[in-house]
């Protein structure tokens, strides 16, 4: 028996003989995971292998990020390194001390 006709036998029972506690459970549980599948397969999901191909997106995502971070940090080192620079050229303007540059 497939899981469309548990749930279809499931609510004929809650029809027929009244819906108790553990019916309605039943009834929650089949119909979770027939649209659980229904919603895997529409994916393309429902393959043995879709774990391990969503663990190798998981882990390409992470990589990505991690890359974006430090690409972030790396612009920002040398925006700061660049103005310690610009800020020491114009000390060494200030002070008139150019000329021991030459």
């Known amino acids: 028996m497939n ?3 548990m749930v279809a036998r499931l609510v004929a029972q809650a029809a027929s003989e009244g819906a108790d506690l ?7 549980e089949e119909a979770s995971e027939l ?6 397969t529409r994916m393309g999901l429902d ?3 879709a774990h391990a191909d969503l663990s190798e997106l998981r ?11 430090s690409a972030w940090k790396a612009a920002v080192a040398w925006v ?6 610009l800020l020491l050229v114009g000390i060494a303007f200030r ?6 540059l030459k």
Not at 35 to 40: N, P, W
Not at 95 to 100: E, I, K, M, Q, S
């Open 3 to 5: 899981r469309d006709e």
């Open 22 to 28: 553990v019916t309605l459970r039943a009834m929650v």
């Open 35 to 40: 649209g659980a599948e229904r919603v895997l």
């Open 47 to 49: 393959d043995p292998t």
């Open 59 to 69: 882990q390409l995502l992470q990589a990505w990020r991690d890359a974006k971070a």
């Open 80 to 85: 700061v390194r660049g103005a310690l620079a």
């Open 95 to 100: 002070t008139g001390t150019v000329g021991l």
